[in-house]
C-alpha cells in the first residue's frame, strides 16, 4: 500500500470541522494536515482544543488566500505518494466515501479520483456538464507540476486539476458518494 496523506481545507467551518476532522483522523491515513486558510470564525479556536485529542498537523494561514493556496500548502507538507483532499463543510463522511476515493488509486484503476455528493447531483439532460466538487484524490508526483499554478489560480481548482489530467491524458475517475451531504 502507498503511503496516503489527508488533507482537510478549512475556511469558516465552525460547525462542521469537528467532526470532518474526527472521521479523518480516524481513518487509516499516515497523516492528516488541516490547513486553516484564515477563518474568521470559531474554526481555529476548535482546532486548537481537538489537536490535543487527534493526531493531526495543523497549518493555520492567517490571511484568507484561497482554496487553490490552502491546497497547495498541504501538499508541500506531505511526503505521502497519494493525497486525498477532503472538505471541511460535509456532514455524514464514512470510510467508505474515504475507501471510494482511495481504492481505485491504490489498485491502480486511475490517476485522479473525483468524488461527487450524490444529492448535489444535477441532471446530466439538463446540463450534460460534469459537476465537480473537492472530494479527490491523487498521485502527488502528478500534481507537483501545477503547484505553483494551484496556489494562484482564480478558477475553480477542481477545473484546474480536471483540465490538468485530461491535458495528460491521465486516467480519472468520477465516483459518488452515496450519504454524502455538504452542510448548510
Given at each position: 500500500m502507498k503511503k496516503t496523506s489527508a488533507i482537510i481545507c478549512a475556511y469558516n467551518n465552525e460547525s462542521t470541522i469537528k467532526d470532518i476532522v474526527s472521521t479523518v483522523c480516524d481513518y487509516f491515513f499516515a497523516e492528516v494536515i488541516v490547513v486553516n486558510d484564515g477563518s474568521s470564525d470559531k474554526t481555529d479556536i476548535i482546532l486548537k482544543q481537538i489537536n490535543?485529542?487527534?493526531n493531526f498537523k495543523y497549518i493555520p494561514l492567517f490571511e484568507n488566500k484561497g482554496k487553490g493556496h490552502a491546497m497547495a500548502i498541504g501538499i508541500e507538507n506531505?511526503?505521502?505518494e497519494i493525497i486525498v483532499f477532503i472538505d471541511a463543510d460535509l456532514s455524514n463522511l464514512q470510510d467508505r466515501h474515504l475507501a471510494q476515493l482511495i481504492m481505485p488509486l491504490q489498485y491502480k484503476e486511475a490517476?485522479?479520483?473525483f468524488g461527487q455528493a450524490a444529492e448535489t447531483l444535477i441532471d446530466y439532460k439538463i446540463n450534460p456538464?460534469?459537476?465537480l466538487i473537492a472530494e479527490m484524490s491523487?498521485?502527488?508526483k502528478d500534481i507537483?507540476?501545477?503547484l505553483d499554478d494551484?496556489?494562484?489560480t482564480k478558477i475553480k481548482v477542481e477545473t484546474l486539476h480536471n483540465s490538468h489530467y485530461q491535458y495528460h491524458q491521465k486516467r480519472v475517475k468520477y465516483v459518488m458518494l452515496e450519504g454524502l451531504k455538504i452542510a448548510q
Open positions: 490535543d485529542f487527534y506531505t511526503n505521502a490517476d485522479m479520483v456538464c460534469k459537476s491523487f498521485f502527488k507537483l507540476p501545477i494551484l496556489k494562484s
